[in-house]
Nanobody, 124 residues
Framework: QVQLVESGGGSVQTGDSLTLSCRAS????????MGWFRQNLEKEREFVAA????????HYGDFVKGRFIISRDDAKSTVYLQMNSLKPEDTARYFC?????????????????WGQGTQVTVSS
């Protein structure tokens, strides 16, 4: 069983930056791709970003438009999401997830382990 624990959320102003972290309790972290999703009460879970097991391939949701960067540190079993130029519409609970594959994926159904999420609130 893999446990994923997110951190780094908070309340910020429009234009601010936040970096989310997700630490995995697994020795096989480097074998699998990781993703970030977000959800608020009004919408379905939305794909934010994914990174391949090797770290060579990164994929982002269309709304990101160059504002976010996903990265990973296999030595720390941690994946990061650096979020810049935050907007009120970025307000959501952000979840990290691990996929049973080395390749990037933007479908939440592909991922088999999920964290509890961390709340990001952006005010204008």
């Amino acid at each position: 069983q893999v446990q994923l624990v997110e951190s780094g959320g908070g309340s910020v102003q429009t234009g601010d930056s936040l970096t989310l972290s997700c630490r995995a309790s697994t020795r096989t972290f480097s074998r699998y791709s990781m993703g970030w999703f977000r959800q608020n009460l009004e919408k379905e879970r939305e794909f934010v970003a994914a990174i391949s097991a090797s770290g060579d391939t990164r994929h982002y949701g269309d709304f990101v438009k160059g504002r976010f960067i996903i990265s990973r540190d296999d030595a720390k079993s941690t994946v990061y999401l650096q979020m810049n130029s935050l907007k009120p519409e970025d307000t959501a609970r952000y979840f990290c997830a691990q996929a049973p594959t080395e390749f990037v994926n933007d479908l939440p159904g592909i991922y088999d382990y999920w964290g509890q999420g961390t709340q990001v609130t952006v005010s204008s």
